[in-house]
């Protein structure tokens, strides 16, 4: 099957649609469960397919499609001076961000935009719907990209999201029993 990758605002669109749903089941115990998409996903591959042949793709099968297209994990990270270099294994091999510092307004606005949460009572049950915001990563990440290696098209919001997951991290790593640290 031959598909297009997604833009951004399909990327951004399908992680709107998906959910985490905290339930405080006592004052103790909290159940965690991923809303997923399904029916939204296998519309979307469908959009993808550049060639409608073939039999008919399951909901499972274009989730899992769309899982495989978005992989991206950190490999590896440096710092270089004021600026962090960070390798990521994605679909097809290693790619490379260079990427500068984000200044303490940068990362409030960041933590205030990526995630919205609601708050519902449902009887004596209280539940907390969360939505991570692709277009909050994709911001930042437009701020701080210094570079890359390895693409032959501009970078996916779905492997900005690592990098600057991963940049947030390491700014806010403690100072090292060493006596290094990020000052």
Request: proline share 5%; hydrophobic share 35%; charged share 30%.
């Given at each position: 099957?031959?598909?297009?990758?997604?833009?951004?605002?399909?990327?951004?669109?399908?992680?709107?649609?998906?959910?985490?749903?905290?339930?405080?089941?006592?004052?103790?115990?909290?159940?965690?469960?991923?809303?997923?998409?399904?029916?939204?996903?296998?519309?979307?591959?469908?959009?993808?397919?550049?060639?409608?042949?073939?039999?008919?793709?399951?909901?499972?099968?274009?989730?899992?499609?769309?899982?495989?297209?978005?992989?991206?994990?950190?490999?590896?990270?440096?710092?270089?001076?004021?600026?962090?270099r960070i390798v990521l294994r994605?679909?097809?091999?290693?790619?490379?961000?260079?990427?500068?510092?984000?200044?303490?307004?940068?990362?409030?606005?960041?933590?205030?935009?990526?995630?919205?949460?609601?708050?519902?009572?449902?009887?004596?049950?209280?539940?907390?719907?969360?939505?991570?915001?692709?277009?909050?990563?994709?911001?930042?990440?437009?701020?701080?990209?210094?570079?890359?290696?390895?693409?032959?098209?501009?970078?996916?919001?779905?492997?900005?999201?690592?990098?600057?997951?991963?940049?947030?991290?390491?700014?806010?790593?403690?100072?090292?029993?060493?006596?290094?640290?990020?000052?």
């Amino acid at each position: 099957m031959e598909l297009r990758f997604p833009t951004d605002e399909e990327w951004i669109d399908r992680n709107r649609r998906q959910k985490l749903i905290t339930k405080q089941i006592s004052r103790t115990v909290t159940e965690d469960t991923i809303v997923e998409t399904p029916e939204t996903d296998l519309l979307l591959v469908e959009k993808l397919r550049a060639v409608h042949e073939g039999p008919p793709l399951s909901t499972g099968e274009a989730s899992w499609i769309l899982d495989q297209l978005s992989s991206a994990e950190v490999e590896e990270v440096e710092r270089q001076g004021a600026q962090f270099r960070i390798v990521l294994r994605v679909p097809g091999g290693l790619v490379t961000h260079i990427v500068g510092m984000p200044s303490v307004e940068d990362m409030q606005d960041f933590q205030r935009e990526f995630t919205s949460t609601r708050q519902i009572q449902e009887g004596r049950l209280v539940k907390q719907e969360q939505v991570v915001n692709l277009a909050a990563v994709k911001k930042l990440y437009q701020k701080l990209s210094r570079g890359t290696e390895g693409y032959g098209m501009a970078v996916p919001v779905v492997h900005q999201l690592p990098v600057v997951l991963e940049v947030m991290r390491e700014v806010r790593r403690p100072i090292s029993e060493n006596g290094t640290g990020n000052f």
